[in-house]
């Protein structure tokens, strides 16, 4: 969904499990669905973790968990590894993620997820054990993400780091835009260029 980001405040859900990969985040059967509806891949994120085979929810999974909850989910390191399948951001998306905070990303994840205006925030492997630590004692702890200034804040600390993002993805996603949206904006000046470059 294209929502115009500045700076998210919220609550956390925690997965401290590193290597998560794409079919662990939506797995390979749900790849044949002729629907791109965002619910139906929210609802099936993490389906073999959130469910048993027969259905059953599994209640100790994070997901299922009532004290967790929010729109910034904080994964441990290597998240996105595995196939490059664009799904694994249509169900962060679709489940109601807005942020993902690992201290490691896979390169072709990482820009699925901006490309589905989920953004992930690429931190140091301390803090983010930090930021797991504050979850723990206080699951309502909030973490500020400040896309403008490219900061991401513990707010039980108070300590804040920086984060990396492409200037043009930065810009459409404080804009809202898609990578169409971003050339119809710019067409005049795309058609400008074109007639002194011919």
Known sequence: ??????????????LPLENVDTDQIIPAR????????????????????????????VEDFVLNDPRYSGCILVAGKNFGSGSSREHAAWAIAGYGFRVVISSFFADIHKNNELNNFVLPVQVS???????????????????????????????????????????????CLMNGLDDIDFLVQNQEKTIAWEQTNA
């Open 1 to 14: 969904m294209k929502q115009k980001f500045d700076i998210i405040t919220s609550t956390c859900v925690p």
């Open 30 to 57: 749900f790849l044949k669905a002729t629907t791109r509806e965002e619910q139906f891949f929210g609802d099936n994120l993490f389906r073999d973790w959130r469910y048993r085979a027969d259905g059953t929810v």
């Open 125 to 171: 492997e301390p803090f983010l054990q930090e930021l797991f630590q504050s979850i723990r004692e206080n699951p309502k702890m909030e973490v500020e993400v400040d896309l403008p200034r490219q900061t991401v804040t513990n707010k039980a600390t108070g300590r804040s780091e920086h984060f990396d993002i492409n200037g043009y993805k930065k810009h």
